[in-house]
């Protein structure tokens, strides 16, 4: 009985040790190209072609043609307000579209001051600091502030008061010969300032579809598709 359970330990010995050893797959040639080209980051979609940037510079002093999409004005804006315009046309550089038409740009009220009822002028000041560019998101950009004053009421004021000095004097001067003039010439010339101390100035308004000229006061940069 032991003979036999020697017998055939040995023959399971001698069958273990006859066998090959397995050996470890490796990924062909094939299917390392593919793994290859999923790590590629210049493979985009299925097509596995390959979309070129390049970077352009937009220098500072370049003036963005924008037209007003929001009505400000010194009697209706308040500082901190955002002001919405888009550019009016495209922006290139070196013959390359950067910014197309229509791009929007964004910013807010930087003064608003409404016209005093002795001196002072309506004024409205405004600064941009972000573009909205198709595919690139929001970037932002520094610009000079762009304002607008009300014209000036000087000799507007001169009139109005003169006018009722000349009328009183006509008025008294019938009345009261020239005495009567001298009185009348008064009067009317202090209703005449007595309705200017009591009157403002013109307001300043700029409505939507105005055009601006904004200066960027720094370059800024975009990434451009080539187009070839």
């Keep these: 009985m032991k003979r036999i359970f ?4 040995g023959a399971a010995l001698i069958g ?3 066998r090959e050893p397995e050996t470890l797959k490796v990924p062909s040639a094939g299917h390392a ?7 590629d980051p210049r493979a985009v979609g299925s097509t596995g072609k390959a979309t070129d940037y ?5 220098p500072a002093g370049t003036v ?11 009697d209706i804006s308040r500082v901190e307000q955002p002001v919405h315009g888009a550019l009016r046309r495209a922006v290139t550089i070196g ?3 950067v910014l197309p038409a229509g791009t929007a740009i964004s910013g807010h009220v930087t003064a608003a ?18 573009l909205d560019t198709p595919g690139e998101g929001t970037t932002r950009i520094s610009t000079a502030t762009v304002s607008r004053v009300a014209p000036a009421t000087k000799e507007k004021d001169t009139l109005q008061i003169i006018a009722p000095a000349a009328g009183g004097a006509v008025v008294g001067r019938l009345v009261g010969g020239k005495s009567g003039a001298a009185k009348g010439a008064v009067i009317g010339g202090a209703a005449g300032t007595g309705y200017v101390l009591s009157t403002r100035g013109k307001e300043v308004r700029l409505g939507s579809g105005a055009r601006l000229a ?15």
Aim: net charge positive; with cysteine; charged share 25%.
């Design 214 to 228: 904004v200066r960027l006061t720094a370059p800024v940069t975009f990434r451009v598709p080539n187009r070839k």
């Design 16 to 18: 273990a040790c006859s």
């Design 64 to 74: 963005l043609p924008v037209t007003l999409e929001t009505s400000v004005g010194s």
């Design 54 to 58: 390049r970077e352009v510079t937009i």
């Design 33 to 39: 190209g593919v793994a290859s080209d999923l790590a």
């Design 6 to 9: 020697v017998l055939l330990c």
């Design 95 to 97: 013959g390359v579209e």
């Design 113 to 130: 001051r409404r016209p005093g009822k002795v001196k002072g002028r309506g004024m409205v000041a405004m600064r941009f600091n972000q």
